[in-house]
């Protein structure tokens, strides 16, 4: 191969490049900590479904501001369907605008329920999104699909996620 | 003469308002309204007089006055008064209150009362576990029918019973209800119609000849499509095989709140729109998909709901069209489909 000037700086560069990296991990050990432990991930595990489990609670109307007329975001999206989360951010006709799912929950909040807002910043829409993500956990990420119906995960039984249930009738 | 021929408008609502009095004053003028009326076959060996009858579902009232889901009601009762030819009654395939409350069954028979034809209902889970059913059978009789109209027997079944899970848990009548409210709900386990509807309807059709046209109406599906949601009746099978001597029937049920078909043995069976909002489809391979409706517009309330009529036939084949508000068939059901 002749060394052009272009073919000097792309192996220069191709050197440097990972020297740089590797000083940059190496400046952040959060990054290049060793892996967590057992009970490091179960602690996380449990921080993600106690908001899974709480956006479920808000999804079926625990929190009397969201609704004005009694609807419940579970009345249209049981176990989260149609909700298609991993389509999103795309295209909302009704909101005019390329959307992330977060504005579209305020929108059915405010329009179909007539309810007040969430904080887009606050935990109760992050549980709201972690409760519609994680029924859709495995699905493939398919930004701006708007006229089609996803489907969440099937659910055979209980909540759709890790839950202890609560022993009453099938709620084993 | 048929049955519905027979009483006027009037009577017929008096009947159906008299809980106590509706099997007693049903068998006065030949109709079989109760489960301890057993019709006797009149039909069978003869052609069906060809009719239309029409089918509304799944209104979900709420107490609040002019909710929207009363505008939608009143307009799918004004578009089966405006339907030409008219049908000759309605069916009702449950689900009028959503919490079970009174005072929103009231409202819906207030409503329904607008119809200038007869009317027929059938509870659903929504309308039933406030307080077991009292209201709803106060207002509109035995949850368990049958009647004969042009050549065709109609049978009408509760479907939405579930096994008591709330006595051994100490929950009030208010838990109860919420429990049945949410689709997705992991403690009340399947529904069914249960060996006192299965004995009624053996009796119901023992009489009848295999070549009667029978059409069966009942809150949830009878066939399995989605038990996660209750898109199922747990002893269809029983039911099935009850009906499986006769040479077609047809299943028209409510609660699935979208358009959907599906064939089982000699039954069809058929979903309907509700008026209150769409239901998304399951993650199920459809064995119609053609029968599946586009998705509903979020900013058109009205998209995906409405009523359905059905045009029997003198063969006893039945268009089927669905009537929606907004324009939501795919091509395959825009002008009705066989069943």
Known sequence: MKLTTKNRFNIVMGLITPVALLGLLAANPAAAREPFSADELAAQEQALLKQVNHGRDLWHGTLPSMTTNGLACGNCHPDAAASNPQTFPKFQANLGKVSPLRDMINWCIVVPQGGKALDVNGDD??????????MHRGKKIEPGLATEQTTPVVVKSGRGFPWKGSGIGYDK | MTDFDKMSRREFFTITGKAGLATLAASAIGTNFGMVQVAEAAVGKSKVTPFRFAILTDAHLFSQPDHKFDTMLEKAVNDCNNMKPMPDFVLYCGDIAQNGLDDQLQK?????????????????????????????RGHFGSPTWSFDHKGVHFIGMNSILVRDFWTKAG??????MDVMEMLESPIAGPWGVREEQLDWLKKDVKKLSSDTP??????????????????QTEDAPEIRS?????????SFHGHVHQTVYN?????????????SWPWPYPDVKLA??????????????????????I?????????????????????????????
């Not at chain 2, 009850?242 to 047809?250: A, S």
């Not at chain 2, 119609?288 to 009529?309: I, K, L, V």
Request: hydrophobic letters at 40%; zero cysteines; proline letters at 6%.
């Open chain 1, 125 to 134: 829409m992050i549980a709201m999104e972690a409760y519609a993500f994680y």
């Open chain 2, 108 to 136: 819906g028979k207030r409503i329904l009362s607008k119809l200038k034809m007869p009317l027929k209902v059938i509870p659903g889970e929504h309308d039933w576990y406030l307080d077991m059913g009292s209201a709803w």
């Open chain 2, 171 to 176: 929950m009030s009548a208010k838990e109860r």
């Open chain 2, 214 to 231: 029978v059409v069966v109406f009942t809150h949830s599906p009878l066939w399995d499509y989605y038990p996660r949601w209750n898109f």
């Open chain 2, 242 to 250: 009850i009906l499986k001597k006769f040479e077609r029937v047809m």
């Open chain 2, 263 to 275: 064939k089982i043995g000699n039954m069809g069976s058929v979903g309907t729109l509700s008026t």
């Open chain 2, 288 to 309: 119609h998909p053609w029968s599946q409706m586009n998705r509903s517009d979020p900013g058109n309330f009205e998209d995906g709901q409405g009523a359905q009529y």
């Open chain 2, 311 to 339: 045009d029997l036939e003198s063969n006893f084949t039945a268009m089927t069209h669905y009537q929606p508000f907004g324009n939501m068939l795919n091509p395959a059901m825009k002008n009705g489909f066989k069943i």
